[in-house]
């Protein structure tokens, strides 16, 4: 089967670097997906790999290995309104969209 | 810019009635998708449909029903609903083809008592 993992919470302090993984097994790959989900609201997009290596995007980063089924989301210089959900799709060989059940970050002062 | 619109935003639902959940986009997108998102659960694709005219089923279909008249509505029904149907529903649009993001409306929270 299909499957997405993500560690289900994850805590850090207000001004540091957090690292969230995603590890994907899907038939067929056609590109990563991390959105940002604040709570109550809708996902919205942060960053797409479909390549190897690193997508930066100001103090977001994403990174892809094909090869591994490995992804990780970088949040540099963080600030309280990052605390959310962080979730990691994936687009499979049909190209639909497998979804990881999301990070939970929770940003301490 | 006002994306894609659900309504209604929440709703509690007797069990074995009937309910449509409304989805507008005006982006123009030809992809549109329902989700439902679960505790615990990532976002699961209910039906999908990728152009005017067209639909699919996703991975949990059963229950539900879609219909895609147009571009811009993609309207979900619930036949006879169920508690195992309470839940957050998103309805999210796309360019389609060779997709990059997907835009998801505001959710809505439906409680089948």
């Known amino acids: 089967g299909q499957n997405i993992d993500q560690p289900t919470e994850m805590t850090a302090t207000e001004g540091a670097i957090v690292q969230i993984n995603c590890t994907y097994q899907?038939?067929?790959?056609?590109?990563l997906f991390w959105y940002q989900q604040h709570a109550g609201e809708a996902p919205t997009f942060l960053s797409y790999?479909?390549l190897d290596g690193l997508e930066e995007k100001g103090r977001f980063s994403s990174f892809l290995s094909r090869s591994k089924g490995y992804s990780y989301l970088l949040l540099k210089e963080l600030q309280m309104k990052d605390s959310a959900s962080y979730l990691c799709?994936?687009?499979?060989?049909?190209?639909?969209?497998?979804w990881g059940a999301g990070t939970k970050l929770i940003i301490k002062p | 810019t006002a994306g894609i619109t659900q309504a209604p935003t929440s709703q509690i639902l007797a069990a074995g009635r009937s309910m449509t959940l409304r989805c507008t986009q005006d982006?123009?997108?030809?992809?549109m998708y329902w989700y439902r998102q679960d505790l615990g659960l990532g976002l699961r694709l209910i039906h999908y449909?990728?152009?005017?005219?067209?639909?699919g089923k996703g991975e949990v279909p059963d229950g539900y029903s879609v219909s895609r008249a147009n571009t811009d509505d993609f309207p979900l029904t619930l036949a006879s609903a169920v508690p195992s149907q309470t839940s957050v529903y998103f309805c999210?649009?796309?360019?389609?083809?060779?997709?990059?993001?997907?835009?998801f409306g505001q959710g809505t929270r439906l409680t089948v008592v």
């Open positions: 982006m123009r997108h030809n992809a």
């Open positions: 899907t038939s067929g790959f056609n590109g």
């Open positions: 449909s990728n152009t005017a005219g067209t639909t």
């Open positions: 790999n479909v």
């Open positions: 799709a994936v687009r499979d060989g049909n190209y639909q969209l497998i």
């Open positions: 999210a649009s796309s360019e389609g083809g060779q997709v990059t993001e997907a835009f």
